[in-house]
């Protein structure tokens, strides 16, 4: 394997270019981030990114719906779109020699939709569908809810909106958003495997180099309060989730908190799988992740069980995330970091992992990590660092939501309200 490269270059209209050449592989994938999130949804038109997304896929350039579906599967191209708080990405893999066609094909994408009005309400459909799928996937609820909680508004809106917002946009409300959010100042397109950096650097800029620069207005964020939400559903099984404050990715101490995380929730030797699913048989399902938008940061956890042993689920659960203050040990931080390196090796076998995270690093860091510093820094931790960090900023001034038949007694002096 070669010495790990990362080309950046940054255009006039403000669109940045990343590159990580990877010889040894047959492929190639990009990521392509569009500052268009939901965070621009206006207030009464929430899913309308979603929207704007699925109605670019269908034509851009001289593509009709079926012709770009056609194109890119001629390519053997295998692409992804979706839509996040603070852009719409869209994404692909395919052999090396077919990445620069389909550059051309999504450039068309994000600069030269056709949006046609005849498909807007078939559009309108697959996009309330997905509102409705969520609506029976009650762990992804209690996400959102917590989401919600921790960050308010703009930023823990649901990504694919709200049913009466979708109902309620029309075709003009997608000509405005797309005209008015899809531009080159803010994006990245992050590129990744067997490619030459001088030709791709000169492609991109006969694709790009046009794309007009332009402002977007953005929500005013509103904070939230609310600790402690209880929705009753009629469900067999009640999903506990639970946040706290942490740091965000782009924090010097982030490392130190994942570490400790990990303890918690990487692996079937990890806390909350030995103590809640193994030992004492509560949860068929029980874990924590970090969590990170650019400027803030939480640890969000979640258990899903019987109703009958949810209460208990739930005050074991915040008992382990309250002893994890105590610290952890070093056969617990050795598991954690050859896991880690073993999920760091295998992302270099694939270019796709690696151009969305090359482009995730650049947004929230301004640079790319490379593996040799993300394997440095994990070598770095320590039981006495992590402590330190847990002595600092213990699991506290909890943020509680469930879904359930009834609801639980939250403990720790957390008030509680049922929706």
């Not at 029976?136 to 703009?154: K, N, S, T």
């Not at 404050?245 to 990890?270: E, I, N, T, W």
């Not at 069980?305 to 994890?324: F, G, M, N, P």
Request: proline share 5%; glycine share 8%.
């Amino acid at each position: 394997m070669e010495n790990q490269s990362i080309h950046h270059h940054t255009f006039d209209n403000g669109l940045v270019l990343l590159a990580e050449p990877m010889s040894w592989l047959e492929s190639a994938a990009f990521a392509l981030l569009v500052p268009a999130g939901c965070n621009y949804d206006p207030g009464e038109r929430l899913g309308l990114a979603n929207l704007v997304c699925e109605m670019v896929q269908r034509g851009c350039g001289s593509r009709d719906s079926r012709q770009f579906i056609n194109d890119l599967e001629l390519l053997g191209a295998d692409t992804s779109a979706s839509v996040a708080n603070a852009h719409t990405s869209f994404g692909g893999a395919m052999p090396a020699d077919s990445l620069i066609e389909a550059l051309q094909i999504y450039a068309d994408v994000v600069q030269r939709p056709l949006l046609p009005e005849d498909q807007f309400e078939d559009a309108r459909l697959v996009c309330t569908q997905e509102i409705r799928s969520l609506e029976d996937d009650l762990p992804q609820r209690v996400f959102h809810q917590l989401r919600q909680m921790r960050y308010g508004d703009p930023y823990g809106r649901k990504t694919c909106g709200e049913f009466a917002g979708v109902q309620a946009a029309t075709a003009d409300d997608v000509q405005s958003f797309f005209h008015g959010t899809y531009r080159p100042n803010g994006a990245i397109l992050s590129v990744a495997g067997n490619v030459q950096w001088p030709e791709l650097l000169a492609q991109v800029e006969r694709m790009f180099g046009d794309w007009q620069p332009r402002q977007a207005a953005m929500a005013i964020p509103t904070p939230t309060s609310e600790t402690c939400r209880q929705v009753s559903v009629e469900a067999s099984q009640t999903h506990i989730g639970i946040g706290y404050a942490s740091v965000p990715y782009s924090h010097p101490d982030y490392f130190q908190a994942r570490g400790a995380v990990g303890v918690l929730s990487d692996g079937m030797s990890s806390r909350l799988f030995t103590e809640v699913r193994e030992n004492r048989g509560l949860a068929y399902a029980v874990f924590a992740s970090c969590h990170s938008l650019r400027d803030r940061g939480s640890v969000m956890c979640y258990a899903g069980t019987s109703t009958e042993r949810a209460q208990e689920t739930l005050d074991v659960l915040l008992a382990e995330l309250i002893k994890l203050a105590d610290g952890i040990r070093e056969d617990e931080l050795a598991r954690l970091k050859a896991k880690i390196k073993s999920g760091l090796v295998m992302q270099q076998e694939s270019s796709s992992s690696r151009s969305t995270s090359v482009a995730a690093d650049w947004y929230h860091l301004g640079r790319v990590r490379t593996m040799d510093e993300l394997v440095g820094i994990l070598d770095g931790l320590s039981c006495e660092s992590i402590n330190r960090y847990l002595a600092a900023h213990p699991p506290s001034d909890f943020t509680i939501a469930t879904l359930g038949v009834k609801p639980l007694e939250i403990p720790f002096g957390i008030s509680s309200a049922q929706a």
